[in-house]
């Protein structure tokens, strides 16, 4: 092997510029063709009276979309990868008030339990409207809490004047009452915190209505029981009532677990630890079969199967369990039914 000299490559501009070259002896090379000892790469050494180096910028490379998209894809790949190895994607089902969604799960939930198709034979079809914003839906779900029907429908009025109006019910209004404003108006201390954590929680950013709407279950259900006062019953019923989602159980309501036990003729009232496994044949529209539950848990302390409370103002919440509220009425579990609007 020969010598080998690195020249700079530096395009240089000087009066008077001498250079001064040392080498060594080139070590064997790699497969690559790399030296394997960076100490064995010989050194130029450049000496001038007055030296100027003008250096060409460096170019910076712009990344193409289709590479970033394959970035972020490897990325959250790796952060949430499936079992067969693909790239786990959550999708956001329609909601049960999208055109037709209803009498698709009808037919799913005929086809998959002949139990509940006799129940749903007996009852009106499931009606789902929306009625407020995500927000509004929250706060008042806040108030109703532990309330009888008729109480909570008053503390809500006043609610509403002192903030102007249903469109008045926005975080910033929440945020400008005081805890003795709201206890003026029937609302106690502790449910004025959880008023203000919800509206502070929006109002920094960390929730928002469009948000909610865009998540899947499950992260939704995280993000709403990090708010004071808002527990796993509270998000089950505004996923079902005020997003519509299809594939929610409720499995700590004692209306529909009292619903499973009569459906199934069960000796006692499951617990909540065995309703997934009760109710795996209604998904993915669980919402629909918990819905007929109430439904057919308020039929029989009727004289009559097919009767419903078609008044949608019968809600007595007398008795609670498990620190989970429930209605003596179990037809419209709180007040986010659409017949309560």
């Known amino acids: 092997m020969g010598e080998q000299t690195i020249h700079s490559t530096q395009s240089l501009s000087s009066s008077a510029l001498s250079t001064t070259t040392t080498t060594a002896a080139a070590p064997p090379a790699t497969s690559n063709n790399l030296p394997t000892d960076p100490a064995a790469v010989s050194t130029t050494i450049i000496t001038a009276a007055t030296t100027t180096i003008s250096l060409r910028p460096r170019k910076i490379r712009k990344v193409s979309s289709s590479f970033s998209s394959s970035v972020l894809a490897e990325d959250a790949f790796k952060k949430n990868p499936s079992s067969d190895g693909r790239l786990a994607v959550r999708v956001i089902p329609r909601p049960l008030s999208a055109d037709g969604e209803i009498v698709v799960a009808l037919r799913h939930l005929r086809a998959a339990d002949p139990h509940l198709g006799r129940v749903m034979d007996a009852h009106e079809l499931p009606a789902f409207q929306y009625l407020h914003p995500p927000f509004h839906a929250l706060a008042r779900s806040i108030l109703y809490q532990q309330l009888a029907f008729k109480a909570a429908a008053s503390v809500y009025s006043r609610f509403l004047s002192l903030c102007g109006g249903e469109a008045g019910v926005v975080p910033e209004a929440i945020l400008a009452l005081t805890p003795h404003q709201l206890r003026q108006i029937g609302v106690s201390g502790r449910k004025a915190s959880y008023l203000h954590d919800l509206a502070r929680k929006y109002h920094t950013g960390i929730l928002s209505d469009a948000a909610i ?25 505004f996923m079902i009532f005020s997003l519509h989602r299809p594939d929610v159980l409720p499995v700590g309501d004692l209306g529909v677990r009292k619903g499973v036990q009569m459906l199934y003729g069960l000796e006692e009232v499951p617990r909540p630890s065995q ?48 620190g989970i509220v429930q209605q003596q009425q179990l037809v419209d579990p709180i007040q986010m039914l659409p017949s309560l609007g």
Request: aromatic fraction near 10%.
């Open 213 to 237: 709407v865009a998540m899947d279950d499950k992260s939704l259900f995280t993000m709403l029981t990090m708010v004071k006062g808002i527990g796993a019953w509270s998000v089950h019923m």
């Open 275 to 322: 309703m997934d496994q009760l109710c795996e044949q209604w998904r993915p529209y669980r919402s629909v079969g918990s819905w007929y539950m109430w439904r057919l848990v308020e039929a029989k302390g009727t004289s009559t199967m097919a009767s419903s409370n078609t008044e949608g103002g019968g809600l007595d919440i007398t008795t609670m369990e498990e």
